[in-house]
Each structure stands twice: as structure tokens, then as C-alpha cells.
């Protein structure tokens, strides 16, 4: 069974009531699109982004999560709460959050956890630095990650692999075709479910480059930060989905 791709946008730390035209701007080309579309906004926004958003064929997903359903965690949203605002996803263990808020594989494996148990299809990042990569261990690292991150609930579950190397975010520098499709490879005899399970590249992704990437073996789709903030560049990318 052939997958169906996911085109999703990470807003990050971006966005404001007055930006959700956006969703109206981006509507058309995700209805035309056979791929699934996605947009993750900053929590501040997924209650009403969800809203804007139902009758079209885009769904809303949170940054991340909490691994407790509720409690004192002063600052933190859970699984269940993003569930309750219209997501459908969560992005976790983006490498802003391993980096800035010290998360570990065991972490991120129990967000994602946590995401499962309430309803959401968790997508969960894994890339390397631009030192591994030059020291030759860009695979052996992202395998350390899956390893560690992936839930440990053998059942079987929705879930989404991003691959993101660290040095190709938010830089302009992509990695080449040959290097996406080798760590993607890697990433997929890994996984638990590797016929249904897709696995995104991230990493500058932007309407210049993206029908190359996406046309990848293994490449089902990508997680695009600044080029989903601006609804022209996120709608060219979505279209060059099965060109
Ligand atoms: P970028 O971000 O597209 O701005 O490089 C991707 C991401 O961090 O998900």
C-alpha cells in the first residue's frame, strides 16, 4: 500500500490571531493535494487555527507535549489537552527542544507515549549535528535516537519519523539527495512498521528544492519551518507533492 504523503508545516515560536488568513490562503491547494496537510502553530494558536481549519483538508498538530496527562507542570501542555484544542498530531524531540530544553531520547519516548494514549499521531525528529556528520556518525546517531525515542508499546501505532539534520535547519543548507536517502533507508529498515510508517525530511525545505527531495525513495514528505510561514511558499511546496 502506497503512503500517503504529509506535508507539514512547523510555525515554531511564530504567529498571531491576525496571521490565520493564512489557513484561507492554503485551503485550495490542500484540497487539491493528494497529500495530507499539516500545520503545527505555537500552542497560543491551535485552538483557533483548529477551528479555522474544520471543513478543510488540513489538520492542526502541537510542537510538543508533556508526558503527564495533567498535573502541577506549571508552563506545560499535555497530549490530552492539545487532543482537546483539534490536534491531530504533535511534532517531539524537534532538535530545538532536545537542544534548548535538554531533552533526551528517554523523554521524547515517553511524550511520545503520551501522544499515542491520547489520540495523536506523534512525529518524532531525529537528526544530526554538523560535527557528527563531518566525524562520519550521522547515521549511528540517528539510529542511537530512533532507538531510544520510539515508544516501547509494541502494539500497533500511527506514528511519523522526521528526519532533520541539526545543521540543515533554519540555515538554507540542505543535504544532498544521496545523503537524505541513505540516513532515510537507515531510518526505515529500523522502524517497527517500515511499509506504513513515513518518514519526512526537514532541513530547509522550501519550493526551490522541494520536488527534488520529496521525489526520493523513502522521502514521504517534509517538515517545513520558515517556508510554512509564508502561505505562497508552503502552497508551492504542497504542489509539488507527485509532480
Ligand atoms: P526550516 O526548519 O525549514 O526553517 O529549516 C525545519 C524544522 O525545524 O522543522
Redesign the pocket.
Known sequence: MPRTALIAG?W?MNGLAGDLGFFGEVARAAADSPADILVCPPATLLALAAKTCSGTAISVGGQDCHARESGAHTGDVSAVMLRDAGADYV?LG???RRADHGESDAIVRSKAEAALAAGLIPII?VGETQAERESGQAETVVARQLAGSLPENPQKMELVI?Y?PVW????GLTASEADVAEIHAAIRKRLPDPLTTRILY?????PANAESLLSLADVDGA??????LKASDFTSIIGAVGR
Do not use: D, F, P, W
Open positions: 512547523n515554531k511534532i524537534h532538535s530545538e525528529c522526521a532533520e540543515a535547519i533554519g540555515t526537514g532541513g530547509s525545505v522550501k517538515l517545513v519551518g520558515g517556508a510554512s
